[in-house]
Nanobody
């Protein structure tokens, strides 16, 4: 199967920046859409940004103009550059990927999550 490991979370002041990275590993045959979701404290998980294998991107309205998603297909990685962070961006951020692993069909995979805390 496919494993996703996130890194780059942490504590930052409002207005600051963080860069999240996610690396996929395992018996990967192909990866389609990759993305980032987040779950703020006491709230439901929500989509932040997604990127297809061809590079088409989609962003939540709340992060447009501040966050940028990118991926490296050769390295099976996806990144999220977060600028002008706000306290309401505080959440656990999860990497996700729709991938085909050797011997498996298309499945949706999730990372373990990384905490992002933005102080006011």
């Amino acid at each position: 199967q496919v494993q996703l490991v996130e890194s780059g979370g942490g504590l930052v002041q409002a207005g600051g920046s963080l860069r999240l990275s996610c690396a996929a590993s395992g018996g990967i045959f192909s990866i389609n859409t990759m993305g980032w979701y987040r779950q703020p404290p006491g709230k439901q998980r929500e989509s932040v940004a997604t990127i297809t294998g061809r590079g088409s991107t989609n962003y939540a309205d709340s992060v447009k103009g501040r966050f940028t998603i990118s991926r490296d297909n050769a390295k099976n990685t996806v990144n999220l550059q977060m600028n002008s962070l706000k306290p309401e961006d505080t959440a656990v951020y999860y990497c996700t990927a729709d991938a085909i692993a050797t011997g498996w069909g298309l499945r949706n995979y999730w990372g373990q999550g990384t905490q992002v805390t933005v102080s006011s």
